[in-house]
């Protein structure tokens, strides 16, 4: 089973967890405020898949119910049949459930499931004189709500009577009235300083068939009108939500106000940080648009910052909680650089991935001195990191391929790698000497000529002599050939759309990189979905779940956020 800790906002160097969600939790406990045991919830609207940003507010919601031996709950907000259907339900479920990594005790619950109370509570505040049908567009509503300055303008369909707004919610249930010709609003206040609370709209008509009610309804609430109540009718103690909807807090109260919630199972909302990146955007709206704008290949892509982009790429889940603990729940909005969760991801890996060989621009090297047929075993380490890991046995031969950049006729200054006359390690083998390039029509090499000395076995040299660099290489004679995926950050700017307005102005069009020439030890076969490895040299590559050749480049070896934080020290 996973562990969760409280979700820390101070990062005390002591180690003491300091959550003002916490806090309050304790209040109330001390206060008696709630008879039961804490309960929260997670509800998506099932329109999309899950972001990092989900992963944040699950992480804190599930992390608080299993921290008080409490209950949570995965609630879909399913309200509007326009843009949900059973696809997402299903992909939100399966991301929960890996990034918790363990199933949900209970099935999902549905905002669906209180359509019918939902309806008789709406008709009571219609009794009430608390709510009453509107025949106008919603332009022309959207207009007379006022702004910030000014106030809003009472709807001529305001002051009819309760009989009357009942007799017209019931004909728009029974289908009478086609979309847009009314709406269900509360009766508030026009005046009111909370733009929220003028007279907010509770249902509208929707012609459209629900994935899950079909055609039983043509009329569906609005988030404001069943979230608070659907907290009620479950027993949640603790509405926690992201800083978008403190001012909505108060018409969150006002609805309960206005019905027969015993005290004991009054919900209240609880706002926190929303999580923001740099070089991402976390709007599901954008994101869906890339998605059919075809700018990328799917919401599982691995440049996407979704769950299944995550999980696809290679990220562990417990890498994704550990970061979601270490951010903590703050109470004023604010961006993390996205190197900080590559680290926690680099972190992980670093100390589980086994390690293996691969080249993915394959530059042939033949040893020209080598034994002909000869076939050496060399041994390799699993992971320097975990002794336990063991070792294991790969081919060493005269023909071989390394890094193309490995390689330059004419280098660089600093540049120690192998060049013409120079002598470098190969890891796990010996040392070789580059004597001659050959090369293709167009002046570019294609094949280099080394000679080796058989007294530096296993890269040691008996004189003593040094060399400046070590290189990764495959056996040509046995390695397997496949494809690599190398990602760059999806968005070229750090604020995507700060200037124009749009994120996608700021794609970045060099984002993927696919290499169909890879070549990669002969133990890459025994890899299997969901073992990351790490290629020497090269980074952490996750094997494809539908294609047993393709490797995603989970995340590369230079921390670089610990440059980042040496920057600002």
Not at 209 to 229: E, K, L, N, S, V
Not at 327 to 347: C, D, Q, W
Not at 539 to 559: A, K, M, S, Y
Request: charged residues 25%.
């Amino acid at each position: 089973m996973a562990h969760y800790l409280y979700m820390d906002v101070t990062n005390e160097p002591s180690g003491k967890k300091s959550n003002f969600i916490q806090d309050l939790i304790d209040e109330d406990l001390k206060s008696s405020r709630f008879n039961t045991h804490v309960q929260t919830r997670f509800p998506p609207e099932p329109n999309g898949f899950l972001h990092a940003g989900h992963a944040k507010a699950i992480c804190l919601n599930f992390g608080i119910a299993r921290g008080y031996s409490g209950l949570f709950n995965l609630r879909f907000d399913d309200t509007n049949p326009v843009t949900e259907n059973s696809e997402y339900v299903f992909s939100i479920r399966k991301d929960l459930e890996w990034l918790l990594g363990e199933e949900l005790e209970s099935d999902p619950l549905y905002t669906s499931d209180y359509f019918e109370q939902l309806y008789l509570w709406a008709e009571l505040l219609i009794k009430d004189g608390k709510a009453y049908v509107d025949d106008q567009g919603a332009e022309t509503i959207s207009i007379q709500r006022g702004s910030f300055q000014e106030v809003g303008v009472d709807s001529p369909f305001r002051n009819r009577t309760p009989e009357e707004n009942l007799l017209i919610f019931r004909e728009m249930r029974s289908g009478a009235f086609a979309e847009g010709h009314c709406v269900l609003r509360a009766k508030i206040a026009m005046d009111h300083v909370n733009m929220n609370m003028r007279d907010p709209v509770m249902y509208r008509i929707r012609n459209e068939r629900h994935f899950r009610t079909g055609d039983t309804w043509c009329i569906y609430p609005t988030y404001d009108w069943a979230h608070g109540q659907s907290d009620a009718l479950e027993g949640v103690t603790h509405s926690l939500c992201t800083l978008e909807f403190d001012s909505h807090r108060e018409l969150y109260d006002w609805f309960l106000d206005q019905l027969d919630i015993p005290s004991e199972r009054r919900p209240y909302q609880t706002e926190f940080a929303r999580l923001n990146f740099t070089h991402t955007v976390l709007s599901k709206r954008v994101l869906k648009r890339l998605v059919d704008d075809s700018v990328v290949e799917g919401w599982d892509d691995p440049r996407m910052p979704t769950l299944s982009g995550f999980r696809k790429r290679g990220y562990p889940a417990s890498a994704i909680r550990s970061f979601c603990d270490h951010i903590g729940a703050a109470k004023t909005n604010g961006t993390h650089e996205i190197e900080l969760l590559e680290s926690f991801v680099r972190s992980e890996l670093n100390q589980n991935a086994d390690r293996k060989l691969a080249v993915i621009r394959p530059l042939k090297l033949t040893i020209t001195n080598w034994p002909p047929e000869h076939i050496e075993m060399l041994t390799a380490m699993n992971n320097p990191e975990d002794p336990s890991a063991g070792s294991r046995e790969i081919p060493f031969c005269g023909s071989l391929y390394i890094e193309h950049n490995d390689f330059m006729e004419n280098p660089e200054p600093k540049y120690y790698r192998l060049s013409p006359g120079r002598e470098v390690r190969l890891r796990y083998g010996y040392y070789i000497t580059c004597n001659k390039v050959l090369k293709d029509e167009a002046g570019n090499p294609i094949e280099l000529l080394c000679t080796y000395d058989p007294e530096t076995s296993g890269g040691k040299s008996p004189d003593g002599r040094k060399v400046k660099a070590t290189i990764h290489w495959v056996s040509a004679n046995h390695a397997i050939e496949g494809k690599v995926a190398l990602y760059e950050r999806l968005f070229a700017v750090e604020h995507p759309g700060s200037e124009s307005g749009d994120p996608l102005d700021d794609i970045n069009q060099s984002s993927k990189t696919l290499l169909t020439n890879a070549m990669f030890e002969p133990s890459i076969a025994e890899a299997t979905y969901g073992d990351v490895i790490q290629f020497e040299r090269l980074g952490f590559f996750n094997l494809d779940q539908n294609d047993p050749i393709l490797f995603h480049r989970t995340v590369g070896l230079r921390d670089e956020w610990a440059n980042i934080v040496k920057r600002r020290k």
